[in-house]
């Protein structure tokens, strides 16, 4: 059984900052790319920002020099630091890993619950 479990968001004023964290446990061998995404009422799911194993990185445009994404892989473990947060930024924030649970199988998708992220003065 693999699980994923965000902490870290909240309600912040125009302008603020939050930091969103997601750690990964249960039977895992290794873990490949690690991302973000995010979803508002009456939208489609995002995507945010993703890490690979190696820490590279890739992000929306929407977010790109406000959000910084980055992974311990010890830990498996992957944040989101948000700057400058803006009113469109407010959302549900899912943690998605791809997970190797057996060496010998593929990697599969795994989600976390989401954490809420409001912005609003």
């Known amino acids: 059984q693999v699980q994923l479990v965000e902490s870290g968001g909240g309600l912040v004023q125009p302008g603020g900052s939050l930091r969103l964290s997601c750690a990964a446990s249960?039977?895992?061998?290794?873990?490949?790319?690690m991302g973000w995404y995010r979803q508002a009422p009456g939208k489609q799911r995002e995507l945010v920002a993703t890490?690979?194993?190696?820490?590279?990185?890739n992000y929306a445009d929407s977010v790109k020099g406000r959000f910084t994404i980055s992974r311990d892989n010890a830990k498996n473990t992957v944040h989101l630091q948000m700057n400058s947060l803006k009113p469109e930024d407010t959302a549900v924030y899912y943690c998605?890993?791809?997970?190797?649970?057996?060496?010998?199988?593929?990697?599969?998708?795994?989600w976390g619950q989401g954490t809420q992220v409001t912005v609003s003065s």
């Open positions: 998605n890993a791809d997970v190797v649970i057996r060496l010998w199988e593929r990697a599969g998708a795994y």
């Open positions: 249960g039977s895992i061998f290794s873990i490949n790319t």
């Open positions: 890490i690979t194993k190696g820490s590279s990185t």
